[in-house]
């Protein structure tokens, strides 16, 4: 089952390296990761979202964050009510012949031209996992040249 | 004043009496100042030997341990002894020296990434990048260390942090905002324990390390005489509960007795206290205390369920908590029939030997055992010379047998005796070795000698790597695939040292060699030559349920 973490840290160096060596360790792979400052720029807001093969593992892996000296607070919106959303950006071909059925793709999902240059428009979309998903399978149709994630972040409510 | 001398002030505020350690050109400016300095400072002979002996010392004393090693290789030296402090939950903190901080990532020489290397096997470690912290962070590894769930500490100095100038600012308290150790238990859970304890017939106190770490001995002692539960240990929880004692088990697990392992088998409620419920201790987990209830006491909640079910978690310091739950027990339960039934099975399965012409190694631990009222300091290395100390002396007291349960370091026993014995001077001293563990760290011979160290070695020399051998023997078709291993003339090494070799080959003279060694003020080796195929039983084998033992006398 995949887990969104969210992981309040001390805004030190050496802290990242600590908890990605819990994952790590265990042989856990961390699907995504964003990590930035808060309002208190000393401490740091990390969203991780891992595909958990074992419950235990995972939970394991929580107590050991945990531990960790420089964690704050360990919470999994998995089993809470929380706001996810994830930032892509993804450049594809713009060419004049195709414009028009992107534009209409476009108001249909949630995404937007922010650029746009020769043949090619980088778009940039913000959702749910989902609509994300949705706006990138219906893009595939026009060459998608790059495609970049924030990762997901997530905030509690 | 200098990085260097906020260091040693910092050390001094913190009450650190002796140092064990190395120099090198990274920690040159600290050293210059350790001249002038007031520890005892012991110079050992390989970086290895002051993290064990730092180890040891902490162990038999319970203050923090401390050690010193430069940059690069000294700093990668001291990895095995800060890992095998780690896996035992021992307060240790080890400063070692690092390049300037101008060079840092930059591959300069003896540089190597120590915090970056010891991240998994430290509680917490700096890399000091302003002398501003230094003071501060010295404080806080000590505070980390010895709370919560002990652990070593490592401190990263570079060179240009020790020759800087700075105030020094000594903070009286610490205060993390993101580290705050649970040491009361929740009162509703202990309320919870007592109640499943008054309705047990068959309890069973099964007792780790975090008993002697937290000094809740005597709390132990009255819990198991107020109910009436027999007591058994893990490897780090021996000295936990007097092994003379008329409800002591000694140890289960692996090389556990048959009757601890019995009688945890049955029982209806395992009362867990700063234990983890590691592979050794279980055996088969499906198979383990099918029957029983089960109360955790730890103050590391990730011990908790980490391996094996609960019924009713406690996370605290055991102290506070078997304080607390002596007055929550109304009712103590009657348990007359089941410890006749634990008598029982006593008789039925005794610790045993097969004595022999040729000297056997629980012997040689029996007779260390009665000549030292079995009131010396036993350390071990690893291997079978370990089961048989733990086996075969009879442990009274918290902090006297000190080996390295988790990580299972061979080489930790002679290093760790010289810790111990720096720590408690009017001690005796046993390293029990085995002739395989011995030549891992036997350089220290020399910083005994020099030092007036005075600890005795036993070598239970059997020409073999004899625990290897013994699973070699017993599980692979006795292929006995490298661990036929040849040594040196113990008696003249230990003299070339300026240390005493007395040499045994017969069963008649092991006592005599006993009180000699004792009798002599120096550090002495001792060389048992003892039957060189003898096993360590009772063995449950790898994967098997704990109940399900190989005697090896039938």
Redesign the interface.
């Given at each position: 089952m995949r887990h969104t973490i969210s992981v309040l840290v001390e805004n030190k160096f050496g802290v990242l390296a600590r908890i990605a060596g819990l994952f790590s360790a265990r042989g856990y792979n961390i699907a995504s990761l964003a990590v930035s400052e808060t309002l208190d720029p000393s401490i740091s807001y990390m969203t991780i979202v891992v595909e958990a093969k074992d419950e235990k593992i995972l939970e394991q892996i929580m107590k050991q964050l945990n531990k960790l000296i420089d964690v704050i607070t360990v919470t999994d919106f998995t089993k809470k009510e929380h706001v996810e959303r994830e930032l892509v950006l993804v450049k594809v071909d713009y060419s004049a012949k195709e414009k028009a059925k992107l534009e209409a793709i476009l108001q249909k999902y949630v995404g937007k031209i922010v650029q746009h240059k020769d043949d090619t428009a980088v778009i940039e979309a913000v959702g749910k996992e989902q609509q994300i998903k949705q706006l990138l399978e219906s893009l595939r149709q026009f060459g998608v040249k790059e495609l970049i994630r924030t990762g997901k972040i997530a905030i509690e409510y | 004043m200098t990085g260097a001398q906020i260091l040693i002030e910092s050390l001094k505020r913190e009450g650190v009496a002796v140092i064990f350690g190395y120099p090198g050109g990274q920690v040159l400016p600290l050293f210059d100042k350790l001249y002038d300095a007031n520890f005892n400072f012991i110079l050992v002979r390989h970086e290895q030997g002051a993290a064990h002996a730092a180890d040891g010392y902490s162990r038999a004393t319970g203050k923090v341990g401390v050690c010193i090693a430069t940059s690069g290789p000294g700093a990668t030296n001291l990895v095995t002894g800060i890992a095998t402090a780690f896996m035992d939950s021992i307060p240790m903190v080890a400063i070692t020296g690092q390049v300037k901080t101008t060079l840092i990532g930059n591959d300069a020489f003896q540089e190597a990434d120590i915090?970056?290397i010891t991240?998994?096997i430290t509680?917490?470690n700096f890399?000091v990048?302003d002398i501003k912290d230094l003071a501060r962070i010295v404080k806080e590894a000590f505070y980390?260390a010895s709370t919560g769930r002990p652990g070593p500490v490592l401190i990263d100095v570079p060179l240009d942090i020790q020759q800087q100038e700075a105030e020094f600012i000594w903070p009286e308290t610490v205060e993390?905002?993101?580290?705050k150790p649970t040491l009361f238990g929740h009162p509703g859970q202990i309320k919870k324990a007592a109640k499943l304890i008054s309705q047990a017939k068959k309890p069973i106190i099964y007792a780790g390390g975090g008993i002697i770490s937290s000094g809740a001995t005597l709390f132990l002692r009255e819990l198991a005489e107020k109910i009436q539960a027999p007591v058994t240990w893990t490897l780090m929880g021996i000295g936990a509960f007097p092994a003379t004692h008329k409800l002591s088990l000694g140890m289960l697990g692996m090389h556990g007795t048959a009757f601890a392992n019995h009688a945890i088998t049955d029982a209806d409620l395992i009362i867990a206290v700063g234990a983890r419920f590691d592979d050794r201790v279980t055996g088969r987990l499906d198979a383990f205390a099918p029957k029983s209830k089960v109360i955790h006491i730890d103050i590391?909640?990730?011990s908790i369920?980490?391996n094996f079910r609960v019924d009713v978690p406690i996370v605290g310091d055991a102290k506070n908590i078997l304080g607390e739950l002596l007055e929550q027990i109304k009712k103590s339960p009657d348990t007359s029939s089941w410890i006749k039934e634990v008598e029982a099975l006593k008789k039925k399965h005794p610790l045993k030997y097969k004595d022999g012409e040729k000297i056997k190694p629980q012997y040689v631990i029996e007779q260390i055992d009665e000549v030292t009222k079995g009131e010396a300091i036993i350390t071990t290395e690893v291997g079978q010379n370990q089961m048989w100390a733990a086996q075969w002396y009879k442990y009274n007291h918290p902090r006297t047998f000190i080996s390295s349960g988790g990580l299972g370091t061979m080489g930790f026993g002679f290093p760790a005796a010289m810790g111990a014995k720096m720590g408690l001077p009017e001690r005796m001293v046993f390293d029990i070795a085995g002739d395989g563990s011995i030549q891992m760290n036997i350089q220290e011979l020399a910083t005994c000698v020099c030092n007036k160290i005075h600890v005795k070695i036993a070598i239970l020399n059997n020409g073999y790597l004899g625990m290897v051998r013994q699973w070699q023997e017993l599980f692979y078709k006795r292929r006995y695939s490298h661990t036929c291993i040849s040594g040196p003339d113990f008696v003249k090494l230990a003299e070339s040292f300026g240390a005493v070799g007395i040499r045994v080959t017969k069963k008649e003279d092991v006592r005599k060699a006993i009180e000699k060694a004792i009798s002599i003020d120096n550090t002495v080796l001792i060389d048992f030559h003892i039957e060189p195929e003898e096993n360590v039983y009772p063995m449950v084998p790898a994967g098997s349920a704990i109940n399900n033992m190989i005697s090896g006398l039938a």
């Amino acid at each position: 089952m995949r887990h969104t973490i969210s992981v309040l840290v001390e805004n030190k160096f050496g802290v990242l390296a600590r908890i990605a060596g819990l994952f790590s360790a265990r042989g856990y792979n961390i699907a995504s990761l964003a990590v930035s400052e808060t309002l208190d720029p000393s401490i740091s807001y990390m969203t991780i979202v891992v595909e958990a093969k074992d419950e235990k593992i995972l939970e394991q892996i929580m107590k050991q964050l945990n531990k960790l000296i420089d964690v704050i607070t360990v919470t999994d919106f998995t089993k809470k009510e929380h706001v996810e959303r994830e930032l892509v950006l993804v450049k594809v071909d713009y060419s004049a012949k195709e414009k028009a059925k992107l534009e209409a793709i476009l108001q249909k999902y949630v995404g937007k031209i922010v650029q746009h240059k020769d043949d090619t428009a980088v778009i940039e979309a913000v959702g749910k996992e989902q609509q994300i998903k949705q706006l990138l399978e219906s893009l595939r149709q026009f060459g998608v040249k790059e495609l970049i994630r924030t990762g997901k972040i997530a905030i509690e409510y | 004043m200098t990085g260097a001398q906020i260091l040693i002030e910092s050390l001094k505020r913190e009450g650190v009496a002796v140092i064990f350690g190395y120099p090198g050109g990274q920690v040159l400016p600290l050293f210059d100042k350790l001249y002038d300095a007031n520890f005892n400072f012991i110079l050992v002979r390989h970086e290895q030997g002051a993290a064990h002996a730092a180890d040891g010392y902490s162990r038999a004393t319970g203050k923090v341990g401390v050690c010193i090693a430069t940059s690069g290789p000294g700093a990668t030296n001291l990895v095995t002894g800060i890992a095998t402090a780690f896996m035992d939950s021992i307060p240790m903190v080890a400063i070692t020296g690092q390049v300037k901080t101008t060079l840092i990532g930059n591959d300069a020489f003896q540089e190597a990434d120590i915090t970056g290397i010891t991240r998994p096997i430290t509680k917490h470690n700096f890399l000091v990048k302003d002398i501003k912290d230094l003071a501060r962070i010295v404080k806080e590894a000590f505070y980390i260390a010895s709370t919560g769930r002990p652990g070593p500490v490592l401190i990263d100095v570079p060179l240009d942090i020790q020759q800087q100038e700075a105030e020094f600012i000594w903070p009286e308290t610490v205060e993390i905002r993101s580290y705050k150790p649970t040491l009361f238990g929740h009162p509703g859970q202990i309320k919870k324990a007592a109640k499943l304890i008054s309705q047990a017939k068959k309890p069973i106190i099964y007792a780790g390390g975090g008993i002697i770490s937290s000094g809740a001995t005597l709390f132990l002692r009255e819990l198991a005489e107020k109910i009436q539960a027999p007591v058994t240990w893990t490897l780090m929880g021996i000295g936990a509960f007097p092994a003379t004692h008329k409800l002591s088990l000694g140890m289960l697990g692996m090389h556990g007795t048959a009757f601890a392992n019995h009688a945890i088998t049955d029982a209806d409620l395992i009362i867990a206290v700063g234990a983890r419920f590691d592979d050794r201790v279980t055996g088969r987990l499906d198979a383990f205390a099918p029957k029983s209830k089960v109360i955790h006491i730890d103050i590391d909640p990730s011990s908790i369920s980490k391996n094996f079910r609960v019924d009713v978690p406690i996370v605290g310091d055991a102290k506070n908590i078997l304080g607390e739950l002596l007055e929550q027990i109304k009712k103590s339960p009657d348990t007359s029939s089941w410890i006749k039934e634990v008598e029982a099975l006593k008789k039925k399965h005794p610790l045993k030997y097969k004595d022999g012409e040729k000297i056997k190694p629980q012997y040689v631990i029996e007779q260390i055992d009665e000549v030292t009222k079995g009131e010396a300091i036993i350390t071990t290395e690893v291997g079978q010379n370990q089961m048989w100390a733990a086996q075969w002396y009879k442990y009274n007291h918290p902090r006297t047998f000190i080996s390295s349960g988790g990580l299972g370091t061979m080489g930790f026993g002679f290093p760790a005796a010289m810790g111990a014995k720096m720590g408690l001077p009017e001690r005796m001293v046993f390293d029990i070795a085995g002739d395989g563990s011995i030549q891992m760290n036997i350089q220290e011979l020399a910083t005994c000698v020099c030092n007036k160290i005075h600890v005795k070695i036993a070598i239970l020399n059997n020409g073999y790597l004899g625990m290897v051998r013994q699973w070699q023997e017993l599980f692979y078709k006795r292929r006995y695939s490298h661990t036929c291993i040849s040594g040196p003339d113990f008696v003249k090494l230990a003299e070339s040292f300026g240390a005493v070799g007395i040499r045994v080959t017969k069963k008649e003279d092991v006592r005599k060699a006993i009180e000699k060694a004792i009798s002599i003020d120096n550090t002495v080796l001792i060389d048992f030559h003892i039957e060189p195929e003898e096993n360590v039983y009772p063995m449950v084998p790898a994967g098997s349920a704990i109940n399900n033992m190989i005697s090896g006398l039938a």
